[in-house]
């Protein structure tokens, strides 16, 4: 089993940052992709970002150059920096990650997912 913790929920004004962080437990050998997904209020859930297990990093056109995405494999945690936040990056943010663990297949797993509210 492997379970995904998600923190640094909260509220900012806009031009503010956060950072979100989502750390994986469990019976885990090796983890590829990691990465964050949001879901706004009456929309499809959609990529923000990705860091593949090759190093490269994949953003949303809505997010990039504001937001940026890091990985501590040794902590197998996921991180993403959000600077100048809009109201409209207003959603619940889900990580999730395609681990490798003691039971094949690898697979992927997502985290309970985090409120992020952009207000004045």
């Known amino acids: 089993q492997v379970q995904l913790v998600e923190s640094g929920a909260g509220l900012v004004q806009p031009g503010g940052s956060l950072r979100l962080s989502c750390a994986a437990s469990g019976s885990i050998l090796s983890i590829s992709a990691m990465g964050w997904h949001r879901q706004a209020p009456g929309k499809q859930r959609e990529l923000v970002a990705t860091d593949t297990s090759g190093g490269r990093t994949i953003y949303a056109d809505s997010v990039k150059g504001r937001f940026a995405i890091s990985r501590d494999n040794a902590k197998n945690t996921v991180y993403l920096q959000m600077n100048s936040l809009k109201p409209e990056d207003t959603a619940v943010y889900y990580c999730?990650?395609?681990?490798?663990?003691?039971?094949?297949?690898?697979?992927?797993?997502w985290g309970q997912g985090i409120q992020v509210t952009v207000s004045s």
């Open positions: 999730y990650m395609v681990a490798i663990t003691t039971t094949p297949p690898p697979r992927d797993y």
